[in-house]
């Protein structure tokens, strides 16, 4: 029977465009299968994979110098297609966008290109709306409204005609549902589906941005119901399946904030000098079931959504805070990854099985770092039950980020900012957020566990999902080169090579302490691609790791719940285990309980029959879908922070501060705040002394007739003109114009 790569494969073949009928004789099409040739062409022709001209001849859409992407807008009216097979993007001027959306769907030919590559073009066709629906401020007119989008790249408002504003209110902040898209001669109109309310209550704000990004809030009904019914307390029956670590020393580290607590862990210092680590997780998939209502549901949002104030869990509170939460001095069921490491952090036994625990403390990072750190004595006094347990942590994670950062893995020392509220949920304060031994500690075991998951899986030679990090493209290596040497720096690296981890960890070293570090790190991360779910491995070039998942946070992930279910289907077989890397795991001088860890004795073989067909034709889907809703995540994360960072400064128009170049383009330079974490934009028109001039592969601006120059990590002072909540935008001015003509200096260091 044929398929869509045949059909592909012939087109590609004929090399010029092809008759239907000529397809179908490529294909040897028999006449009961031309029904369903047509509708796979239709298929491809409406994705954008085929294209059909005017003489009813199908061709491949590259060949006729057509592009298939996403309409990506930009708030000064013109739009870049982000193509879907990787080439480079093509600007579309604003004469082009008229029936055009961001989001859309399109295919565009491609018209001109540039000395420089870069290619311009026209929309020719639209293949999918990107918009259903449009969050935005309503403005009622006389017989009709508009809604004006809060997202600046959708560039058209929204007529709401008569009758259709529902009980919208001028100036509230609506929901409205596109009932006609734009056309060349007319705008795009719409209903309203949902009131928000008043645009500065901060549960507006938050909904806001819910709505854009079309984050699930509310649960269904049926998976409610079946939370409800989970039983808050551990049946005993399923205990006699489990390894039982509940005479352990185990313990939570979190946040002070944190109400759903993933992971636990516990350590043992062994005559050998070797230390054995417990990572015990949630064992979510004992309580979620596959293809239940609670199961679509987490699928669907894929992961927990965190802001300021509130958070939007992947599952309900019944499980997220209550029954799949590791709480202190309670009984919760988990997957436990044993591993023992020598005093050089190689790993040298791991086993997974599933336990039972019972955590002795719910420690916070602050507590901890006060034990280990500053020495509390009252801390230390208090926690006197596992103060040593605390050292050996200590010593543990020492030895695996000692070894991890030997091998090439790339630590980024990127201060995060902390978003201070009042009771109100307004922005009282921006700091920058502690990250100190204590993190680093959860941080190691909990790498160290993903890694042991993932490399043992692939052992098995089972389908699995990872979570991968690919090399960065060699141009985005050269042209960060180019932009460290402006600095006196140099990252070895020689095009044609292949690209190391390793050149960036010893870059880091070199930066560190210096002025330029922050903005080295800045752009060094941006030049990278991003981490994504795949089911093939293809490594994590950021931790320099042959293997990694996701196996850690099954509450707030779902690729987590992923992996756990198939590590139980590959390695756990009631009370056993399947070890790796040696046998005796946990025995020997373990000592949990009563008696011994019955880890690593008795190995089961993994079992005959795991769901092999199942994974293999849905892991590939899952891991699109899950990478999707991170990002999706991610970005709505990231606009409410911006937003209570704008919020923070509308009062402060005027005010003077120290700043510190971020970005520099064709139209200004971008400030960072150095005590806010907040950033703005000093536009070029506001540099009045002279012409100034973008030197892109320097990063610069510069003075045609002083040569005055402002570049990436220069300090500057500036002062706030205006605060565009709106636009969340913050303009600069430069403080003290009567600055002296400053000479391009040496970066050349000595």
Known sequence: M??????????????????????????????????????????????????????????????MDLV????????????????????GDVYIPPRHLREVMHGDKVLVRVEHVKKDGKKEGKVVRILERGLVSVVGRFEAEKGHGYVIPTEQKILQD????????????????????????????????????EVLGNPS??????????????????????????????????????????????????????????????????????????????????????????????????????????????????LPEELSNGICSLNPKVDRLTMTAEMAFDKSGRMVDCSFYQSIIHSVERLTYTAVRQVLVDKDKELIKRYKNIHKDLQVMEELCLRLREKRLKRGSIDFDLPEPQIILNIEGKTEDII??????????????????????????????????????????EDEVMEFSEFVHNFGFTLKFKKGTGVSPMIYTKLLEDVKGRPEEKMINTVMLRSMKQARYSEEN????????????HFTSPIRRYPDLIVHRILKEAVVSGQQSVAGKGQGVGSRESGVGSGKSEAGSNLPTPNSQPRTHFWESHLPAMAIHTSKRERVSMEAERE?????????????????????????????????????FVEGLVHVSNLKDDYYHFIEKEHLMRGESKKRTFRIGDQVKVRIDNVSLEKRQIDFSLVGEEMPARKPKSRKRG
Request: net charge negative; charged share 30%; with cysteine.
């Open 68 to 87: 298939t992407g996403k309409v990506s807008c930009h708030r000064d009216g013109y739009a870049f297609v982000i193509p879907e097979e990787g080439e």
């Open 640 to 676: 409410i922070v911006d937003l209570k960072k704008v919020q923070f400064m509308q009062d402060r128009v005027g005010e003077e501060f120290d700043g510190l170049i971020s970005g520099v383009t064709s139209f200004g330079f971008f400030v960072e705040l150095v005590d806010y």
């Open 158 to 193: 929204i007529l709401i005609p008569k009758g259709q504003a529902g009980k919208a209110k001028d100036g509230q902040i609506v929901v409205a549902e596109i009932i006609s898209y734009p056309t060349a001669h007319r705008i795009a109109e719409g209903r309203v589906i």
């Open 2 to 63: 044929m398929n869509r790569e045949e059909i592909l494969e012939v087109i590609k073949e004929a090399n010029r465009p092809v008759a239907l009928r000529e397809l179908a004789r490529g294909l040897k099409v028999k006449e009961k299968d031309k029904r369903k040739l047509k509708a796979l062409v239709s298929e491809l022709l409406i994705e954008g994979a085929l294209v059909k001209t005017k003489e009813q001849m199908i061709g491949l859409p590259k060949k």
């Open 538 to 549: 293809i490594g994590h070039f950021g931790l320099a790791a042959e293997f990694y998942t």
């Open 201 to 314: 209550d901060p549960d507006v704000e938050a909904m806001t941005i819910v709505r854009k990004y079309g984050i699930p809030y509310e649960f269904p009904e049926d998976a409610l119901n079946e939370a409800r019914k989970v039983p808050q307390d551990v049946d005993m029956e399923e205990i006699k399946n489990r390894v039982d670590l509940r005479g352990m020393n185990t313990v939570t580290i979190d946040g002070e904030r944190a109400k759903d607590f993933d992971d636990a862990v516990a350590v043992k210092k062994e005559r050998s000098g070797n230390i054995r680590l417990w990572v015990s997780i949630a064992d979510v998939s004992h309580y979620v079931r596959e293809g239940s209502p609670l199961d679509r549901e987490a699928y669907l949002r894929s992961t927990s959504t965190y802001f300021p104030d509130r958070a939007i869990p992947m």
């Open 432 to 473: 920058k957020a502690e990250r100190n031994l204590a993190h680093q500690i959860i941080e190691e075991f909990m790498l160290a566990a993903n890694e042991a998951v993932a490399s043992h899986v692939s052992g098995l030679k089972l389908p699995f999902i990872y979570r991968v990090h690919e090399e960065p493209d």
